[in-house]
């Protein structure tokens, strides 16, 4: 490697660089549910640099010149980005005592009888998975993508308070205003249109993540409660469509309402894709 490259790569822009310029307000209008997710696109030239418009202007310029240079010198593929996002978040994980954080989590506390180090045992949907600041490892060998990753390594870091019982929508969670779009666009309006009359496809679906729920207060057609990790239940609550009366199939996530003390809302929004991903891939599958 010639010495400009070196150069370069020490001195590159990361995605946690570009992350700490934003005002990790999450509002969206960058068109990526998160700062971090900007971040992490905005660098390897995914979306450009000015979707943010909260940047100030005059130091985006050098910024601009300097990403330009780096991308064209082939530095900061995706993957790297995400794995300076993973470094940075094992890095604060190091320094956790996580024998005595375990239980709080609903985690299983563990030696590794390889390393001897402490690691974590969760169940996370429909998996098991350890958790040590070296890595995710899934016990069903199913790969974890750094997203589910970084989602994890947030969920130990952030700990977890026990769910109170009181189910709400993200509107009641405060300062959600920007991520209420995202669910809806991202996770309830793709479930409706999947599943616009058939409450046994949707039961059928989601049937590997979902308890089926006898009443819930809404008056839904179909709800069901999910446990996304120990302490985040999640209730997805649908109405049929109504042909006559012009109504279309309706979805709507529930919470818990102290949700917020355990994971940030970027995490909720994350595991509400997780789980509508799931259940839509599922769908398609039983289908073809
Ligand atoms: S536009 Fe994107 S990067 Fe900028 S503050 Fe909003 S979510 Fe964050």
Not at 2 to 28: A, S, V, W, Y
Not at 146 to 156: S, T
Not at 197 to 215: G, I, K, N, Q, T
């Amino acid at each position: 490697m010639d010495e400009r490259k070196r150069r370069m790569i020490q001195n590159r822009i990361t995605p946690i660089d570009l992350f700490k310029l934003t005002p990790k307000t999450n509002c969206g209008q960058c068109g990526q549910p998160t700062c971090l997710a900007y971040a992490t696109q905005a660098v390897v030239g995914e979306i450009p640099l000015g979707s943010c418009p909260h940047l100030d202007s005059q130091g985006l310029e050098g910024l601009q010149s300097r990403l330009d240079r780096q991308l064209e010198a082939g530095i900061g593929r995706k993957r790297e980005g995400f794995e300076k996002t993973l470094e940075f978040l094992r890095a604060e994980l190091a320094g956790w005592d996580l024998e005595a954080l375990g239980p709080h989590l609903g985690a299983e506390v563990e030696r590794d009888p390889h390393t001897g180090r402490v690691r974590l045992t969760l169940p996370y949907l429909d998996d098991v998975v350890h958790i040590s600041p070296s890595d995710v490892v899934s016990l069903s060998d199913r790969e974890i993508n750094p997203w589910e990753k970084i989602f994890l390594f947030n969920y130990v870091i952030g700990g977890a308070v026990e769910p109170s019982g009181i189910w709400v929508g993200m509107e009641s969670l405060p300062n959600s205003i920007s991520k209420i779009k995202s669910l809806r666009s991202h996770c309830e309006e793709p479930l409706a249109k999947a599943f616009p009359s058939d409450r046994y496809a949707l039961a059928r679906a989601a049937s590997p993540w979902f308890v089926e729920l006898e009443a819930d207060d809404g008056g839904a057609d179909w709800a069901g409660q999910c446990r996304v990790l120990p302490k985040v239940p999640l209730r997805l609550l649908w109405w049929a469509e109504d042909p006559q009366d012009g109504f279309p199939a309706r979805v709507k996530f529930l919470f818990d309402e102290r949700v917020l003390e355990t994971l940030d809302l970027e995490s909720l929004l994350f595991a509400c894709e997780q789980v509508t991903e799931r259940i839509m891939k599922r769908h398609s599958q039983g289908r073809s």
